[in-house]
């Protein structure tokens, strides 16, 4: 017997194959990490914390009373650091009194976003894998979800697919760079065609940019500084990845005033307003110099290959991402069919929990990626080589 709530969550595909819900997958594998004293290479946070001195900020604004509703749009100086963050590191020019918005991290300006221009009988694309938050809220709203694939191993789009993708009801198109689960960061020409085929197909361009600071080697390339993008692009970012402080939950939005409006109009009513004295904090974390931003990337890539040293060790096949906190490895090799599966065992097998992929895909992209496992390197170091020793031992635990 399903109750009302199971039937309108299966509406929105916001239930499990099994038929429950509750949670996320990354919900799902922090509680069986902590069940079995496991490594957390699922969910992806960091296990340290950010610049003491936006820490500290924080703690200051608390104590001198910024305790109260901020306003809807945001704090004027987090409004300002923003603008600031796009000019230095991008050229681009958002006026912080109408092109920019404070949000409850990314999640919430995605979900903004697509409540504000999809409904019934739009479609929404994203890539395949997708991050997958995008697939609820596109069902939320009442959307087609459409998808172009990436493949391993460098995980970039095929263009002529990703032409064949786009209809003229594609509304949105939802851009994820760098890219979460795969790692991959895409480059001008994959970008400008997004642009080419957005402005033929007269869609709207999301770009989920949360990874911005974290690529290992490459230019990262906002979508909006591409010739003929601005006028059609809505950029959204986050405090969380870029300072380690995913529970802050402070996100933003950038883009032409109409579109930031529409989305403002929706997110008065989710959340209204966002974390007051976090935002002040965060403004002083935007105007870290260039060393912080340049070490952040630098540690993270070290990190990378650490872990990707160790999932080799330990008989995967390793795709090497160029941003993000993950790095997808194929299990295949050890003779594993479904990945999903062995997350969900991996915890008690070896101490270390990871991500199946197929989770980020619909069926047929789930069948593509059966034997992907995601795994987040933003951990310690003495942690990441532990766990690669812990899952060396994988091949004989099976
Ligand atoms: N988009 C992507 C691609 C992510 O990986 C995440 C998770 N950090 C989010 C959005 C959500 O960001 P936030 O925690 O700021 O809501
Ligand atoms: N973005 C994080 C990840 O991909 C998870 C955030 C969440 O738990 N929703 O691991």
């Known amino acids: 017997m399903t109750s009302p709530w199971q039937r309108s969550a299966r509406g929105a595909n916001l239930l499990g194959a099994d ?14 990490a902590l069940a079995h004293g496991a490594i957390n290479l699922g ?35 987090l409004r300002l650091a923003v603008a600031e963050h796009q000019e230095r590191f991008y050229g681009l020019t958002p006026d912080p009194e109408d092109e920019i918005i404070i949000t409850t991290g990314a999640t919430e300006a995605i979900a903004a976003t697509l409540l504000a221009l999809v409904g019934p009988g739009d479609e929404v694309l994203t890539f395949e894998p997708f991050y997958d938050s995008y ?63 957005a402005r033929k197909h007269d869609a709207v361009i999301v770009t989920d940019e949360v990874y911005e600071h974290l690529t290992f080697g490459v230019a990262h390339i906002p979508v909006a500084t591409l010739p003929g993008a601005a006028e059609r692009t809505l950029t959204i970012s986050s405090a969380g990845k870029t300072f380690s402080f995913t529970g802050w939950k402070i996100g933003w939005l950038s883009g032409p005033a109409e579109l930031v409006a529409a989305v403002r109009t929706v997110k008065q009513f989710l959340t209204y307003s966002s974390g007051t004295p976090f935002q002040g904090a965060i403004a002083t974390g935007l105007r870290l110099g260039d060393e912080f931003y340049a070490e952040i990337a630098a540690t993270l890539a070290h990190k990378r290959d650490i872990l990707s040293a160790g999932l080799r060790a330990a008989g995967l096949d390793v795709y090497t991402p160029a941003g993000t906190y993950f790095v997808n490895a194929d299990t295949a090799p050890l003779g594993i069919t479904d990945s999903l599966d062995l997350a969900r065992r991996l ?27 995601r795994f987040a390197f933003c951990k310690k170091v003495p942690l990441l080589e532990q766990a690669a020793a812990q899952l060396a031992t994988l091949r004989d635990r099976l």
Request: proline share 9%; hydrophobic share 45%.
């Open 19 to 32: 038929g429950t819900l509750g949670v996320t997958i990354f919900e799902e594998m922090t509680t069986l």
């Open 43 to 77: 969910q992806g946070f960091p296990d340290e914390d950010g610049p003491a001195v936006v820490r500290e900020a924080a703690q200051a604004a608390i104590a001198a009373g910024a305790n109260q509703y901020a306003p809807g749009k945001g704090i004027a100086d």
């Open 135 to 197: 697939g609820a809220i596109i069902a939320l709203a009442g959307a087609t979800h459409t998808t172009a694939p990436l493949l391993a191993p460098d995980f970039q789009p095929d263009l002529a697919a990703l032409e064949t993708a786009f209809t003229d009801r594609t509304k949105v198109v939802l851009v994820n760079n760098p890219h979460n689960p795969t790692g991959a960061v895409f480059g001008t020409a994959v970008l400008g065609e997004i642009v080419r085929l």
């Open 347 to 373: 915890p008690e097998l070896v101490g270390v929990a990871a991500i199946p992929v197929p989770v980020f895909c619909h069926p047929e992209g789930a069948e593509r990626t059966r034997t992907l496992l």
